[in-house]
Structure formats: structure tokens, C-alpha cells
């Protein structure tokens, strides 16, 4: 039977530390979180954010715009917070409706506010080893791997999933640490045979229950991204984590695992803008 990486313990000693910090901080940390549409998943994360903010001190704001709002309405919002130095991080919650181009939004915020990492300039530095910003999902399962002595040189990594807010960025960290990483996707044939493989498993797909402990590794290390709704209306992983932590090493459970990470980590890159 495998060990539990509590995010949510690791999550709130973080942010506890993260208070201390911003309480010496003679200009207060400022976030703004921008949330287009009534998505209800989208409005649980953006409250989660708003409540660890205040926990921590952190001046926040959440600007709401109705689902038809147009691109260049939502394009000239963030340049006039790219312009208003009260605020260090700007995040636009995606997904955006499909009326909007969010390669474009994106492109419009400040890099150096680009607290999520997703500016195209912020993933190029990343890439290249000079980086600042760094996407806080993955960010936040490597603070967990250092708190849990998990050492990825040489051991092989699998990343199921391949998107630009968790499957690459997190492919390029374990990378940089030395796993020899493999990167699985809705394309790959007999993915089972695929993570069996791995010594660490990240599963990021969107498919509550993908993984069971078929697909499993005896010892694996096992982080599961995923946030979904079981036919029930209970969140669920990507990862059946009743079965699975009986063969893995160590777990992350959904909820009180990756998620509380995300939300530290943003704080942490939001801080430490407003410091330089
Ligand atoms: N806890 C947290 O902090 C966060 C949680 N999430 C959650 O993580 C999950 C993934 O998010 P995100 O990366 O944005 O999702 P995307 O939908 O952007 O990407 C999903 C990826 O999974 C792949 N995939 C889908 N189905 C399968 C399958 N059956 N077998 C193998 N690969 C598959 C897709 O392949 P292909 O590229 O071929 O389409 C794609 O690469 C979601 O549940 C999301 O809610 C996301 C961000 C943060
Ligand atoms: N620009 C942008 N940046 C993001 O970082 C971003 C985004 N868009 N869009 C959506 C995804 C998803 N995401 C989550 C963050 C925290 C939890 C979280 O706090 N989860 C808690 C509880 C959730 C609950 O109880 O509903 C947990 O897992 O324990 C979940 C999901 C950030 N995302
Ligand atoms: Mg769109």
C-alpha cells in the first residue's frame, strides 16, 4: 500500500511561509484573475484562488465579463492592467469561449506579469533554461517530488496528455531533471504498455478513471492532474486512486493533491514579481 502526497498539507505550510514574506513586504503583492462566461468548474478554481490570496495577503481582484464579451474588449482590459502597477500577475482563465482567440490574449499580457507562464516568450525561456515563469501545475508536482525526496534522474517519466498548460511544461521540467521522459496522447497505440513503463507517472488527460492499476507499475510514483465530475456529481482524477494506490509507491489524491499546488505556486510567482 502506497504513501499519500498530501498537497493540501504541503500546500498550507507554503502559504503559510508565503504570509510571513508578504506581511514584511512594504507594497503588497497584486493578482488579478480575469474569468469570461459562467463556467461553474471555472468559478470553484477561480474561488479557491481569491480565498488563498486573502489568506496570504495578497491583493486580489476577479473581474468578471459576460461570455460575449468581444476580444478587443477583453484585449484592451489587460493592457490597462499591464499598465497599473498595483498589480504583479494578470491571469486569464481559460478555457475562453469559442469567439475568442486565446493565442492572441495570451500574446497581450505583459510577460513579466504572465504569472501562469503561458506567454509564448515566458515558454521560449523555459525551453531554454533561462526560465522565470513557470506554469504552476507543473511547477507545483515538482515542489511535491522535492518534498516527498522523489529523485527523477535517470528513472523513466511518463506524461500522459499533452497540452500546453500541463503535458509539455511538465515533460520539460522532469526533462531538465534528468528522467528520461516519454510523452503519451490520444494518439498512442496500447498506452497501458506505454505507462507501465514508468517509474513516475503524471497523468493529465480529462478522463475521470483512465488510469487503473493495469496500467500501473508495482512502485510507481503516481500524480494525477486531473479534475472531473463522476456521473455522480463527485470530483474524481484522471486516476482510480482506490485501486491504484495499492500498487503505487506514492499517490496524489483528488482532491487535496495537485490542485491546492496550482493555486500556491501562482501565489509564489505573484510574490516574487513583486519583490524584483
Ligand atoms: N489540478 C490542477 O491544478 C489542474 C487540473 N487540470 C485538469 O487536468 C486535466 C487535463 O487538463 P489539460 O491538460 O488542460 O487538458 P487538455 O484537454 O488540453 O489535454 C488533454 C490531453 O490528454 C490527451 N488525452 C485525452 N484522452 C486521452 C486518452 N484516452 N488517452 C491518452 N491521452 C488522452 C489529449 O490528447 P491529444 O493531444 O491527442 O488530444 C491531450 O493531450 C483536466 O481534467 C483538467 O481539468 C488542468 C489544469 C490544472
Ligand atoms: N489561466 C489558467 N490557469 C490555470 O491554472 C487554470 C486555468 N486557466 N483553467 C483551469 C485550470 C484548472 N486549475 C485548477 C486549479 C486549482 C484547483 C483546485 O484547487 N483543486 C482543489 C479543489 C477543487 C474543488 O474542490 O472543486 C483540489 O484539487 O483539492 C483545480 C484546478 C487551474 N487551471
Ligand atoms: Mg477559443
Do not use: W
Not at 512594504?26 to 477561480?46: D, F, R
Not at 482567440?101 to 504569472?115: F, G, H
Not at 500541463?166 to 505507462?195: F, I, Q
Request: hydrophobic share 40%.
Amino acid at each position: 500500500m502506497g504513501e499519500i502526497i498530501d498537497g493540501r498539507k504541503l500546500a498550507d505550510e507554503m502559504q503559510a511561509n508565503m504570509a510571513e514574506t508578504v506581511a514584511s513586504m512594504v507594497k503588497k503583492p497584486g493578482l488579478v484573475v480575469i474569468i469570461v462566461g459562467e463556467n461553474p468548474a471555472s468559478q470553484t478554481y477561480v474561488r479557491n484562488k481569491e480565498k488563498t490570496a486573502v489568506k496570504i495577503g495578497i491583493h486580489s481582484k476577479i473581474d468578471r465579463l459576460p461570455e460575449t464579451v468581444s476580444e478587443d474588449e477583453l484585449v484592451s482590459l489587460i493592457e490597462t492592467y499591464n499598465q497599473d502597477d498595483n498589480f504583479h500577475g494578470i491571469l486569464v482563465q481559460l478555457p475562453l469561449p469559442k469567439h475568442i482567440d486565446e493565442d492572441r490574449i495570451l500574446l497581450a499580457i505583459d510577460p513579466r506579469k504572465d504569472v501562469d507562464g503561458f506567454h509564448p516568450f515566458n515558454v521560449g525561456k523555459m525551453m531554454t533554461g533561462q526560465a522565470e515563469m513557470i506554469p504552476c501545475t507543473p511547477y507545483g508536482i515538482m515542489k511535491m517530488f522535492e518534498a516527498y525526496n522523489v529523485d527523477l534522474n535517470g528513472k523513466h517519466a511518463v506524461m500522459v496528455g499533452r497540452s500546453n498548460i500541463v503535458g509539455k511544461p511538465m515533460m520539460h521540467l522532469m526533462l531538465d531533471a534528468n528522467a528520461t521522459v516519454t510523452v503519451a496522447h490520444s494518439r498512442t497505440v496500447d498506452l497501458a504498455a506505454v505507462t507501465k513503463e514508468a517509474d513516475i507517472l503524471v497523468v493529465a488527460v480529462g478522463q475521470g478513471h483512465l488510469i487503473d492499476k493495469s496500467y500501473v507499475k508495482p512502485g510507481a510514483v503516481v500524480i494525477d492532474v486531473g479534475m472531473n465530475r463522476s456521473p455522480e456529481g463527485k470530483l474524481i482524477g484522471d486516476v482510480n486512486f482506490e485501486e491504484v494506490k495499492d500498487v503505487a509507491s506514492l499517490i496524489t489524491p483528488v482532491p487535496g493533491g495537485v490542485g491546492p499546488m496550482t493555486i500556491t505556486m501562482l501565489m509564489d510567482q505573484t510574490i516574487r514579481n513583486a519583490q524584483k
